[in-house]
């Protein structure tokens, strides 16, 4: 069974670094992958897709 391709988007407003968010977001999408599968689903977020775009910057994603 071929799993669909859900996105989260959650605007956080902070003067915090953006690699760090970045390093942030990346932890919780680890959380959030035990999360899922604690309700007996399967759950996979790539790393590469994370990011964090900041005004014109982006941080992470798969074009780093």
């Known amino acids: 069974m071929e799993n669909n391709v859900q996105i989260i988007t959650i605007p956080v407003h902070t003067d915090i670094d953006p690699s760090t968010l970045l390093e942030i977001a990346m932890q919780l999408a680890a959380e959030l992958e035990d999360q899922i ?26 074009g780093e």
């Open 37 to 62: 599968e604690s309700y007996g689903e399967g759950a996979t977020v790539r790393e590469e897709e994370i990011s964090v775009e900041d005004g014109d910057e982006l941080y992470g994603g798969e």
